[in-house]
Nanobody
Framework: QVQLVESGGGLVQAGGSLRLSCVAS????????MAWFRQAPGEGRKFVAA????????DYADSVKGRFTVSRDNAKNTVFLQMNSLKTDDTAVYYC????????????????WGKGTLVTVSS
């Protein structure tokens, strides 16, 4: 099983930017789709963005399209989430997850999760 460690969270003002990183252990990182989810206080975990094994395909939740960009560096076993034009509604714990397939599709099961990194957006 792969271990995922997120970093890059913090406190930022509305309109600002943050870049999250997720480093994966193990050699099988390159063959799997990766995704970001988030959980706001009092809410369930929700999909944010995903990227295919080779970075050729990306998917985004409607709420973040045009503001967030997911990317990956397979040589460094790392997936990123660049978050721009942040809103107070983006406040949440952000989780990195590994998909059970090379390409993401809605409902794809995630077989490994990180512990999350907190993003707080102030008004």
């Amino acid at each position: 099983q792969v271990q995922l460690v997120e970093s890059g969270g913090g406190l930022v003002q509305a309109g600002g930017s943050l870049r999250l990183s997720c480093v994966a252990s193990g050699r099988t990182f390159i063959t799997y789709a990766m995704a970001w989810f988030r959980q706001a206080p009092g809410e369930g975990r929700k999909f944010v963005a995903a990227i295919s094994w080779n970075g050729g395909t990306t998917d985004y939740a409607d709420s973040v399209k045009g503001r967030f960009t997911v990317s990956r560096d397979n040589a460094k076993n790392t997936v990123f989430l660049q978050m721009n034009s942040l809103k107070t509604d983006d406040t949440a714990v952000y989780y990195c997850a590994r998909g059970s397939s090379s390409y993401y599709s809605p409902g794809l099961s995630m077989d490994s999760w990180g512990k999350g990194t907190l993003v707080t957006v102030s008004s």
